[in-house]
Structures are given as C-alpha cells and as structure tokens.
C-alpha cells in the first residue's frame, strides 16, 4: 500500500472556518480573551502519578523564573485511577505532599474547576481522561492531559474532536519529546532525518494497550525526530523486549525498543543526509513544563493534534500486529476504525 495515509481527523475546508492545526477562530479569540485577564491559577486532576507533585514544585516555588509566567497551583482533585493498584497506592502520599505545598485538596471536579483557570490533567489512567477533560472543556478551561491521552486510540479522537466542538483548546505530551538533541535535528542540524531508533522503558499494564502505558516516552521521542507519515507497523515482542518497526509513506524506517529487562534508559539515534546524532540524556520535566505555561498563555498547541493522533495510530497498530504474530498493520486501516468508533462515543455525550 503506497498511498499517503489520509489526515481527515481535523483537516476540513477553509469555508468551514477551521485553520492549520485544526482549531477554530473561537478557539483563538478565547484564548486572546484568557490573555487579557492575566489568570495564573492551575488546578490538578489526579494524584496518582509523581508528575503532580514534581509540576507543583517547580510552579509554586517561590523564586521561580519567569519562564513559568507566575502560573500557580492552587488546587487539586485527587482522585485518579479506580483499580491500578500502583497508582491507587500513591494518592494519600502526593495528597500529602500537595498540601505541604498550600494546594487546597477538593472534593470532585466541579469544585475544582471553579476554583481555577487551567488545568492540568494528569492522572495516570487513561482510560478516565475523556470522562475528566469532558467535563474541563465544558466549563472552557484550557487543559494539558499527560500521558496517554487515552487508553485508546478512539479515545484519543473522540477527545480532540470534542476539544474543537467546545472551542477549548488541548494538547498531550511526553517529556522526552524534550530530550537533549530533538531540538537542534529540528533545526537541521543532521540534515533531513533518513531514520532513527529509539529505546525507553516498556513497563506492561494490563488495563492499557502495551506501548500506551510506559513505552510511549520512546515512541514519541520517535515521532519527534522523524515527524509524521508513518504507513505502517510491525511488532516483535517478548516477555523482556519490544522491537517495533516504522516504515514511512517515503520509505524511511524508524524503529523503537521497549526494554523490560536490564539496564533500562530514555535515548536514541538519529540517522541524517549530514550526519548521525546520538540523543543526550532524558533532561526531566522543566522543558515540558515551559512549553505547557508558553500553551496556557497563548492557547497554541506545541504538538499538532495530527501527529498525537498518529503516535497512538502507532502504538495501536503494534497492538493489533503482536496479535497478529508480527504481521504488518496499516495505519490507515486502524485509524479509519477508530474514527468510527469515536464517532459512536461522541453520539453518546
């Protein structure tokens, strides 16, 4: 199959009012409007990830830089996920730490949303995200969802479809999209990007499709350095190891290794028309963070709707090739199905 995978998701006509990245002139005017006001208060769902306290920490101390544009958390919701007992163990302790931290903990998400401007959705499960930020674009506040942005990639759709519907606008993302090296190949640095391969941990939960839970840290640093157009995907996994193997509608390959045993890590290898760059160390949650307060001022997504949609096209297609014993999995193929599947969720709300 060699034609280019179709991008209907968000791509619609210029009379129907929708620009580049697939929002809206409303979007845009409220996000001029949130500008004008100079809110700086954030609010948290979930405390069942570390991600929440380390946010915290960053925003709310007291000789915080400019660079994180005076934001503060003022609350959080804690409740997270139902039945992952790694992430159901953690919320008394983050509540905890949270309040050291003067966070007002309350009691559901209504409360919460009255009390502040953004959001940050950051708890761990994915499979409650749409539940949550439905009830966030709702009441119009500008919300970043950590990673997965679902448990699946219908999910997924159906929530940056209804982002468009309420003129709010969202993104999601994983820190080592960040990762010393992405930027400067970016720039050009290594000449255009011919392949590359990429590693992190693939810790396995079984409520969540493999790579959405822990290996989608090394499949967006692939996306980052190879950008979008991924045809298809085939998936060699063992108890210890994931090989996935991307190749592009321009015949380029990039690959991921999910590492389950020994010495794990975050990095890569980008292979270029003017040279080969190895990707620096995993820098931690700053880089992100600046992004999401440069989001909340301007309400411009620094990750493209398309291409989130098409990491989880990505990982969903290794899903369906491991059942498969390794075949090959059209992306196309899975995105067309999952748009239909969000269609029937989106009916339904």
Same mark, same amino acid.
């Given at each position: ?41 954030? !609010? ?30 003022? @609350? @959080? ?48 499960? !994915? ?56 930027? +400067? ?19 396995? +939960? ?22 979008? /157009? ?49 990707? /620096? ?9 600046? +992004? ?7 309400? *411009? ?8 949609? +098409? *990491? ?38």
């Amino acid at each position: 199959m060699k034609k280019q995978i179709k991008r209907r998701i968000f791509i619609k006509s210029a009379a129907a009012g929708v620009i580049g990245i697939g929002f809206s002139p409303q979007i845009l005017k409220a996000s001029a409007d949130i500008n004008q006001t100079n809110l700086r208060r954030v !609010g948290i769902i979930g405390l069942d990830t570390s991600h929440s306290p380390a946010f915290t920490r960053v925003l709310n101390d007291p000789s915080a830089g400019p660079e994180y544009g005076g934001y503060k958390v003022v @609350a @959080a919701y804690p409740k997270g996920s139902n039945d992952i007992k790694s992430s159901v163990d953690r919320i008394p302790g983050y509540t905890e730490d949270m309040r050291k931290m003067g966070v007002e903990i309350v009691n559901s998400i209504p409360e919460l949303l009255e009390k502040v401007d953004f959001i940050l959705l950051e708890t761990n499960d !994915g499979r409650l995200h749409l539940e949550q930020a439905i009830q966030v674009m709702k009441a119009g506040k500008r919300l970043f969802i950590d990673k997965p942005v679902a448990a699946s990639l219908a999910h997924a759709i159906a929530i940056y479809r209804l982002s468009e519907k309420f003129s709010v606008p969202l993104f999601s993302s994983s820190s080592l999209r960040y990762i010393p090296g992405a930027k +400067e190949i970016a720039e050009g640095t290594v000449g255009k990007v011919l392949g590359a391969d990429t590693y992190s941990p693939a810790t396995l +939960e079984k409520t969540h499709p493999d790579l959405f839970w822990y290996g989608i840290h090394g499949v967006e640093t692939l996306f980052t350095v190879m950008g979008t /157009g991924c045809r298809s995907v085939r998936r060699t996994f063992t108890e210890d190891t994931d090989f996935v193997i991307g190749t592009w509608t321009d015949n380029r390959i990039g690959t991921f290794r999910g590492i389950r045993k020994g010495k794990s890590d975050y990095g890569g290898t980008v292979f270029g028309e003017k040279g080969i760059m190895v990707l /620096g160390k995993y820098s931690g949650y700053e880089p992100l963070l600046m +992004e999401i307060v440069k989001f909340f001022d301007t309400g *411009i997504p620094p990750v493209k709707p398309e291409e989130t949609i +098409e *990491i989880f096209a990505f990982m969903e297609a290794a899903e369906k090739s491991k059942m498969k014993n390794g075949a090959t999995v059209f992306l196309e193929t899975v995105i067309e199905q999952a748009e239909k599947e969000a269609e029937k969720i989106i009916k339904t709300i």
